[in-house]
């Protein structure tokens, strides 16, 4: 079965136009490929998605070795915002840049339903 790369693309576009404080998107798998982006300029679609790889991996591996069990998502807090690292599929992960005054509970609920919309296209 082929992914609807343009239904993605539409849905991460979607995303990060109508969600304040987002300043971008990308799903990639779990290998570091990217199936999506919609990132700012400066940045680089396949370098995102291997870091987004190396952060799922290292977090995974967090989860085993710390006894926390499957995560859910990771998170990265820096000076200029949070990289935000969710789930969607067992194929797929979503990464999330936001602004530092995004407000973290409104953000999670819009990537939350951004993740059921993108597993509907998967």
């Not at 992914?3 to 693309?9: A, C, D, F, Q």
């Not at 998107?25 to 300029?41: F, M, Q, R, Y």
């Not at 969710?86 to 819009?110: I, P, W, Y």
């Amino acid at each position: 079965m082929a992914i609807n790369t343009e239904k993605l693309g539409y849905i991460l576009q979607e995303f990060v136009s109508a969600t304040s404080d987002v300043q971008g998107a990308a799903l990639v798998t779990p290998d570091g490929l990217p199936l999506s982006t919609n990132l700012p300029g400066t940045m680089d679609e396949e370098r995102v998605s291997a870091m987004s790889a190396a952060m799922l991996s290292l977090g995974e591996r967090i989860g085993v070795e710390l006894g926390r069990g499957a995560i859910d998502r990771i998170y990265v807090e820096g000076e200029e915002g949070f990289s935000i690292l969710t789930s969607c599929t067992q194929d797929a992960v979503l990464l999330v840049l936001a602004h530092r005054s995004a407000k973290q509970g409104v953000l999670l609920l819009e990537i939350k339903r951004t993740v059921a919309e993108i597993k509907s296209v998967l």
